[in-house]
């Protein structure tokens, strides 16, 4: 089992940045770690995700140009950099590791363990 922490949500203007993480802990597995946010009314959406060896990364067309995933497997650690942040951004952000698929999906269904969440909330 695979336990899930974010951190590093908070409040900042348009056009700002912000660094998301999320770490991990239990069982070592060669997972797929995902990030995914969801707004007040609104389904849970898939943001990026980034392959367990981090050769592959995948992102929504409404991120792309402006987040970037990384991970450091050594410190369990998976990052979300935010930039240009845009208030349609506003969510609260999960991260996520999969280990059924050996390529990376987007699906929530797909992820087999979760967070419980960091609130990003961009004014403008």
């Known amino acids: 089992q695979v336990h899930l922490v974010e951190s590093g949500g908070g409040l900042v203007q348009a056009g700002g940045s912000l660094r998301l993480s999320c770490a991990a802990s239990g069982t070592t597995t060669y997972y797929t770690m995902g990030w995914f946010r969801q707004a007040p009314g609104k389904e849970r959406e898939f943001v990026a995700a980034i392959s367990w060896s981090g050769g592959s990364r995948q992102f929504a067309d409404s991120v792309k140009g402006r987040f970037t995933i990384s991970r450091d497997n050594a410190k369990n650690t998976v990052y979300l950099q935010m930039n240009s942040l845009k208030p349609e951004d506003t969510a609260v952000y999960y991260c996520?590791?999969?280990?059924?698929?050996?390529?990376?999906?987007?699906?929530?269904?797909?992820?087999?363990?979760w967070g419980q969440g960091t609130q990003v909330t961009v004014s403008s």
């Open positions: 996520a590791a999969e280990t059924n698929h050996a390529i990376i999906v987007v699906g929530t269904g797909d992820y087999d363990y």
